[in-house]
Structure formats: structure tokens, C-alpha cells
């Protein structure tokens, strides 16, 4: 097979985690919105949102399973190959979600399956983040790692605005009965086109030069979870802090602030799913311009510049989203996300470098997904629970913590390297 061009691996490693992220943010939306309605019973609305978020939060705890069981296979057979059955799992999950009836007509066995279901979520996505990364910053040229390293950090934006203009399109066209009948099930089921799409790009890819020279050479480990463990505990914990804030940024963001503004506000679902897909141009523009100063700078200044700024960001939550306007909201919501692509894009290459190649996949792998437990997981419904117990500023707190840890922990990783 020929070795495919830049651009061709750029695309691959950008179009599997857009379709992967696509993927899971459709059901964060639909958690926030109907999953309670549909899948619980409607005896306590406050439980129903709540259980709906707990299900969310469930794929995180899936997540770093995932990262171990891909990262595997991903160290010891390829990239390629490891990358194209993480987009299948995750996608044969959703599209059975989209098909699954609710507990009007299933009962109990439906909110099981649907939580069996996220869990598969979970452990697609988990072996999906760290092969698109490697594979963009394997091939990437000398001096332009964070670059190449910045399109699977693209996939999260692009992916979340596909997600938010599908339920936004919904919204308007139908009545709320038949949203809730069967008009959240369609992003769901649609997304196994574009599976089909993403696997298509990454069949048609060749192994990384680097693992290819690695494999050659025989300098792979046959288990190299123990390897990771016994020899790079430090960087992994390391690694999973300095995630978290980047996770904490956009769910908070998102999920939360979907539910508390639709729910608590009273803001119609039309208009919030507006501001959002507006706010999402804050990441989507943050990423490339934090990918190049990465290059320049180097990714440790960077990444702890953007984690100040959230820290900041975390006493402005309070006097911005409670104040109940509009503009305010969106300002709020655009520097969580805008923050959100400072903080993540420079990781596609500061977390790979943390690691050598025989356990780079496991390795950044379980990183970024145990960054996703601290920083993600339960935040939303930590979040709600904080609301109720002493209102918006402890959320805005709440923010701020996740921040200055993980500005700690970048301040406390080795300086930028290319192993």
C-alpha cells in the first residue's frame, strides 16, 4: 500500500473522532433533554434528570476499559486497524440506542440496556482519541507536531456543532410530542452513514512510520499495559489531571448549563441549541490558533495560559449565566468553549510525547480518558446537585478547582519532547 499523503492522514485522523464525538455528544444532548422522559419512570421529574445525567456520566467510567482494551491491540498490531474497530463499536452502540424502546413499552430492562449501550459508547470512544492523535502526529513533520496533532482535536468541535444543528433543526421542525416520541432517535440512527463514511477514509490508510519501524525492530512489549504501569505511573496520573479542566470546560458548558437553562431559566430549547452552535465557533476557531502558538511556544506555556484563564472564568459563571439574559449566556458560553480549545488542542501532541511508541497508545490513551472521570463523568450532575445545595457560585467554584489542578499538573509534566 502507498503511504498516503499529509493531507489524507489529516483528514482521517479529523473525520473518525468529528463522527466518535458526533456520536457521544447527540446522547449528552439527549440526556439533557428527553433521555429521563423516555427511559424512566415519571413518577419524579427531579430523578428523571437526574438519572438521565448519571447515564451520561456512565461512558466515562467505560472510557479508560476502552483506552486499556484498544491501547492494546493499538501497541501490539497497529494503529490502523485498532482505529477502524473503535469507530465500529462506537457507532453499532448508537445506532441501537436510536432503536431502543423506552420504559413505557420495555419497563425496567429499558433504561438497563440503554446503560449497557452507553457503556459500549464509552469503550468505542476510549480507543478512539489516542489512535487518531498518534496517527496524525507519527506522520507529522519535524516542528509541526501540535499542528498535525490539532485535527483529531477538531473532530470534538465539528462534531458537537453537527450534533447541536441536528437537535436544533428537530426542535423547530417538529411538535415536543413528537420530539419526544421519536424525533430524538433520528441523530442516532443517521449516524451509521457516517460510520460507513469514516471507515471508508481509514481502510484506506497505512501503519505509522514510526510503529512500522518499532515493530520491525522488535521493540514492542507483549502486554503493554504492564509495562505502562510499571514504568510510566507518574505520567499517566499526570496526564489525567491536566485533562481534566479541558473536559470540565465543555460538559459544564454544554450539558449542564443545557439542562439548567432550558429547565431552571426557562429558556426555550431552540434558542439555547442557537447560542450553543454559536459559542462552538469559540472552540472551533481556539484550537487551530492554540495548535500553532503550541508549535511556537511550546505546549506547556500554552496549555497553562488557557487554565488561568479558567480559573477566572469560574467566578465570572455565577453574575454571567444567572443573570438571565441572553447575551450574557452566550459571552459565558463562548469563553467556556473558546478556553475549552485552548486547553485541548495542544494535548493531540503534549500527551503522546509524555510516552514512548511501544506504549504511546495505551499510555496517552488512558491519559485522556481517566482525565474524563475527573473532569467530566459526574460533573453535570455534581453541578446540579451544587445548585441546589448553595446555588450558581458553587459551580463556579467547582470550575475553578478543576482548573488550578489541572494547571498544577501541567506545571509539574517535563517540558515539550519528541520521542
Not at 334 to 355: I, R, S
Request: with cysteine.
Amino acid at each position: 500500500m502507498t503511504t498516503p499523503s499529509i493531507k489524507h492522514i489529516a483528514f482521517a485522523s479529523f473525520i473518525g473522532t468529528a463522527i466518535e464525538f458526533y456520536d457521544f455528544y447527540i446522547y449528552a444532548m439527549a440526556a439533557a433533554l428527553v433521555i429521563g422522559q423516555v427511559f424512566f419512570p415519571a413518577s419524579d421529574p427531579a430523578m428523571q434528570s437526574l438519572n438521565a445525567l448519571l447515564t451520561f456520566g456512565l461512558a466515562f467510567i467505560a472510557r479508560p476499559f476502552g483506552a486499556v482494551l484498544f491501547g492494546h491491540f493499538g501497541d501490539r498490531i497497529g494503529r490502523k486497524s485498532t482505529l477502524a474497530a473503535s469507530l465500529l463499536v462506537m457507532g453499532s452502540a448508537t445506532f441501537l440506542i436510536g432503536l431502543l424502546p423506552g420504559y413505557a413499552a420495555w419497563g425496567v430492562w429499558a433504561p438497563v440496556l440503554l446503560c449497557l449501550l452507553r457503556f459500549a459508547q464509552g469503550i468505542g470512544l476510549g480507543g478512539e482519541w489516542a489512535g487518531a492523535a498518534l496517527l496524525a502526529t507519527e506522520y507529522a513533520p519535524a516542528g509541526q507536531r501540535s499542528w498535525y496533532g490539532m485535527f483529531p482535536q477538531l473532530g470534538p468541535s465539528i462534531g458537537f456543532l453537527l450534533a447541536t444543528l441536528t437537535f436544533l433543526g428537530l426542535s423547530l421542525g417538529l411538535t415536543e410530542t413528537q420530539f419526544e416520541q421519536w424525533g430524538w432517535r433520528v441523530p442516532f440512527v443517521i449516524s451509521a452513514v457516517l460510520v460507513i463514511v469514516g471507515l471508508y477514509v481509514r481502510f484506506k490508510l497505512a501503519e505509522t512510520p514510526v510503529f512500522a519501524q518499532a515493530q520491525s525492530a522488535h521493540h514492542l512489549h507483549r502486554w503493554p499495559l504492564k509495562a505502562l504501569l510499571s514504568q510510566h505511573g507518574k505520567a499517566i496520573c499526570l496526564g489525567a489531571l491536566a485533562m481534566g479542566v479541558c473536559y470540565h470546560l465543555f460538559y459544564t458548558a454544554t450539558v449542564f448549563c443545557l439542562s439548567y437553562g432550558t429547565q431552571t431559566l426557562h429558556m426555550s430549547r431552540p434558542l439555547f441549541l442557537g447560542l450553543l452552535c454559536i459559542a462552538v465557533i469559540g472552540m472551533a476557531l481556539a484550537t487551530p490558533m492554540a495548535a500553532w502558538w503550541a508549535d511556537r511556544l511550546g505546549r506547556r506555556p500554552v496549555l497553562m495560559s488557557g487554565q488561568c484563564l479558567a480559573i477566572m472564568l469560574g467566578f465570572a459563571l455565577s453574575p454571567m449565566f444567572g443573570s438571565g439574559s441572553w447575551v450574557y449566556i452566550l459571552l459565558f458560553l463562548f469563553c467556556a468553549l473558546f478556553l475549552m480549545g485552548v486547553t485541548f488542542a495542544p494535548m493531540g501532541a503534549f500527551l503522546p510525547e509524555q510516552f514512548p511508541v511501544a506504549v504511546r497508545y495505551s499510555g496517552a490513551g488512558l491519559s485522556y480518558q481517566l482525565g474524563g472521570i475527573l473532569g467530566a463523568s459526574f460533573a453535570p450532575a455534581i453541578a446540579q446537585a451544587l445548585v441546589q445545595f448553595g446555588g450558581l457560585p458553587w459551580v463556579g467554584g467547582y470550575l475553578s478547582i478543576m482548573a488550578l489542578i489541572s494547571l498544577l499538573a501541567v506545571w509539574r509534566m517535563p517540558p515539550d519532547a519528541a520521542r
